[in-house]
């Protein structure tokens, strides 16, 4: 069954600090695997969309990882900052119209 | 540029009653979707549009109906309002097909509960 497990469910870090969301998957074959961020209260927003072909995308302070051998990708955040407090969503598309989505990991940022 | 516009923001129903979510996008987007978010699960698919007058079943469509008469609109229509629908509901849109790689764009979402 094609699932997205994402790791931690919740992670509270200070201003400043740097952290990492893991995403795992099973979804095969898959064409492209995205991070949204979502504020509370807010639709999903686009942060990076990787093809299984590349290793690594950035938007800003956010890089995110793909390895396509393990199913595994990473989000890392440097030098957090107040307003990224939000909830990361890995999501990944297999061959056709459908995105399966992961429960995402809920960001706390305090001063 | 107003992106993915959804209408209402909130709206209580009471059990049976019907209704229709409004999502509307100005980026001439060919294909557009409605997702419904639940507390500890990730966005489920109800019903996709690949274009005009072309509908889809997603992965939880009992209890809706969808329609995709121009490029621009993709009404979602409860046809009787059950309690296990009180749900937040997305609208998204993008360029071509989700496998394609392209952005989607996501509405702000509505809120609806069924009591």
């Known amino acids: 069954k094609n699932q997205v497990e994402q790791s931690p469910q919740s992670l509270i870090i200070l201003e400043g600090k740097n952290c990492t969301l893991q995403?795992?998957?099973?979804?095969?074959?898959?064409?492209?695997l995205r991070w949204y961020k979502q504020d509370t209260g807010r639709g999903p927003v686009s942060l990076t969309i990787m093809t299984f072909s590349e290793n690594t995308k950035s938007n800003g302070r956010y890089t995110a990882t793909l390895d396509a051998d393990t199913k595994q990708s990473s989000l890392h955040i440097t030098a957090s900052q107040l307003s990224d407090s939000a909830s990361y969503i890995c999501?990944?598309?297999?061959?056709?119209?459908?995105?399966?989505f992961g429960t995402g990991t809920r960001l706390q940022v305090f001063p | 540029n107003a992106g993915v516009t959804q209408t209402p923001k909130f709206q209580v129903l009471k059990t049976g009653q019907s209704m229709t979510l409004q999502c509307a996008q100005d980026?001439?987007?060919?294909?557009m979707s409605w997702y419904r978010q639940d507390p500890g699960m990730g966005l489920r698919l109800i019903h996709y549009?690949?274009?005009?007058?072309?509908?889809d079943q997603g992965e939880v469509p009992n209890g809706y109906n969808v329609s995709r008469s121009t490029t621009e609109d993709f009404p979602l229509r409860l046809l009787s309002a059950a309690p296990s629908q009180t749900s937040v509901y997305f609208c998204?849109?993008?360029?071509?097909?989700?496998?394609?790689?392209?952005?989607?764009?996501f509405g702000e979402g509505s809120w609806l509960t069924v009591v």
């Open positions: 995403c795992n998957y099973t979804v095969s074959p898959f064409s492209n």
């Open positions: 998204a849109s993008s360029y071509s097909r989700v496998s394609s790689g392209n952005t989607i764009y």
């Open positions: 549009s690949v274009g005009a007058g072309i509908t």
């Open positions: 980026m001439n987007h060919e294909y």
């Open positions: 999501v990944v598309s297999p061959e056709g119209d459908k995105l399966i």
